[in-house]
């Protein structure tokens, strides 16, 4: 015999079986609140985003250190030869 949990609902997502309307209603408006909250927070976004390139650039590192050495060296040399020629269009 299995017992049957309900599922989590999201929280930009409106549970079913709601029948009264106002509840339904207000759900509803929180639902949206949220997926606005989640859509517009770019901070947060940024810092999601910031966590898992740096968590894939350390499992690249532990797996391939002599590759993410060469990486590094490549994106020094990359900005270092950016830097040198604005430097350069500048006194010119």
Known sequence: MS???PLPV???AV???IS???EKARA???ATLAAIEVKANVPRRLGHAVDKTVA???DFQRTNPVGAAA???AVAATVGGL???AVRAYTR
């Open 56 to 58: 894939r650039a350390r």
């Open 83 to 85: 830097v040198w020629l």
């Open 10 to 12: 999201p929280k930009t």
């Open 28 to 30: 509803e408006l929180k």
């Open 20 to 22: 009264d309307p106002v």
């Open 15 to 17: 549970p079913l079986g």
């Open 71 to 73: 990486a590094v060296v």
């Open 3 to 5: 017992v049957e949990r």
